[in-house]
């Protein structure tokens, strides 16, 4: 069964049905949301073509403004496994043709590039997304068209589409761990600090619920615009809050900017530890070690974790982009993300959405993050959860793990202090 555009209400989500096939997003000096606006036209068919020796698939990405610093590297992982595939003899025999588009991290040129990647450039599929402005901004487009996007950012969940496949970690196998990870180390009071959009916003409504029935107080929560860098009032409001932890659900280049502010402040892991749901190793280089050691992550992978698979992964790329690049969670998901696209083609038998969408349940791969299994009924896959330590190296380390995948639950159905957030 395809999932529904829907919440475990059955009401249909906002910027959905709703929206133009190209969204429309406000931005404002609060960051971007997703706004609604007129009705979707009707499926357009498909113009792919798989009559010769290749398949086109698209690649759409930041590689310009605030969000690049993260999804370059996405972008770098794409073309690793689109070249794996090919040295492999391809998809159904035919080898893959990459598009790829720059999204300039802003929703609305995702929702444009989208659109030219479908109706245009003919891709059988497109990979790609950070943000989940740009994601809900993208949305409406690949359901109006009835084309598939593969997305590999963990994300705030309360969200199925049928036309979208989530290879990041859902709040489930993130946000939720990372918290009982942080009740179990006996943090009673936290700060919340975020940029100003749909996936902070939504992951700390989500916090503030669990908090509530953990016994955590929240005693402060902040946002700041996408690519703001002055943080010297919310730090200092950081700091007079004394909290036990922060949750940190900034994205982009903020990061930056306020981990050197926090570091400034003389704030540090051992007085106040933040956890980050943002940053992974790329970003660690930017920010500075040393502004940032001993801070903690919750994500699903690091360059760290021992297997053989993300031995052969991680050496791959660094021969591919340079031994200086570190591998992350968002790249190695959008990595395998194109295997598993492959493998739901091969086990269709077809390029077709209906039929590549049929195949989907129950695909498996041994990606560098450990065995990864599809479900069919809401996209999502199941997910090894880890919180990590940055450590003086740059790379970040394990320091709790589920030590087995967690099924995906986007609507937090199996959590009774989440009742009524769907």
């Not at 709703?18 to 404002?28: C, D, K, Q």
């Not at 759409?60 to 794409?78: F, K, P, R, Y």
């Not at 940190?248 to 570091?263: Q, R, W």
Request: glycine share 8%.
């Amino acid at each position: 069964m395809r999932p529904r555009s829907t919440s475990r209400h059955g009401v249909t989500r906002l910027a959905t049905a709703s929206l133009a096939a190209l969204g429309v997003v406000a931005l404002s000096a609060c960051g971007a949301r997703v706004d609604s606006g007129s009705a979707a036209p009707t499926t357009a068919e498909s113009c792919v073509d798989t009559s010769g020796d290749t398949v086109k698939i698209g690649f759409l990405n930041s590689l310009s403004g605030t969000m690049a610093i993260s999804e370059q590297t996405v972008h770098d992982s794409l073309q690793l496994a689109a070249e794996e595939i090919n040295a492999d003899g391809g998809v159904l025999g035919k080898q893959l043709d990459v598009v790829s588009e720059d999204g300039q991290s802003e929703p609305t040129v995702f929702a444009e590039k989208a659109g030219k990647l479908i109706t245009s450039d003919c891709v059988a599929a497109v990979f790609g997304g950070w943000t989940s402005a740009s994601r809900k901004a993208m949305l409406p487009v690949f359901e109006s068209q009835d084309s598939l996007l593969f997305y590999p950012v963990q994300y705030e969940g309360l969200e199925s589409s049928p036309n979208i496949f989530y290879t990041g970690a859902t709040t489930n196998q993130q946000i939720v761990p990372a918290l009982d990870y942080l009740a179990e180390q006996g943090v009673t009071s936290l700060f919340l600090v975020g940029s100003d959009y749909v996936f902070p916003r939504t992951a700390n409504k989500i916090i503030n619920a669990y908090a509530q029935a953990h016994g955590i107080e929240i005693v402060g929560e902040e946002y700041a615009p996408l690519g703001h860098t002055d943080f010297s009032t919310i730090v200092n409001k950081v700091r007079s809050a004394d909290a036990d932890a922060v949750f940190n659900t900034l994205n982009g280049d903020s990061n930056v900017a306020f981990f050197k502010e926090y570091n400034n402040a003389g704030l540090s892991a051992d007085e106040m530890p933040v956890v980050s749901v943002s940053i992974a190793e790329e970003e660690v280089g930017g920010i500075g070690v040393k502004n940032i050691e001993g801070q903690l992550t919750a994500w699903n992978y690091y360059q760290t974790v021992d297997s053989p698979e993300n031995d052969a992964f991680v050496e791959a790329f660094k021969a591919a982009y340079g031994q200086d690049r570190p591998t992350s969670d968002p790249m190695e998901a959008a990595y395998t993300s194109l295997h598993l696209w492959a493998a739901m083609v091969e086990k269709a038998g077809s390029f077709a959405v209906d039929d590549v969408v049929a195949a989907a349940d129950g695909v498996t791969y041994d990606a560098p993050e450990g065995h990864v299994v599809v479900n069919g009924e809401n996209h999502h896959i199941a997910k090894t959860s880890l919180v990590g330590e940055i450590g003086a190296d740059g790379l970040i380390h394990t320091v709790w793990s589920s030590e087995q995948p967690i099924e995906p639950d986007p609507y937090l159905e199996g959590y009774d202090w989440a009742e009524g957030l769907s």
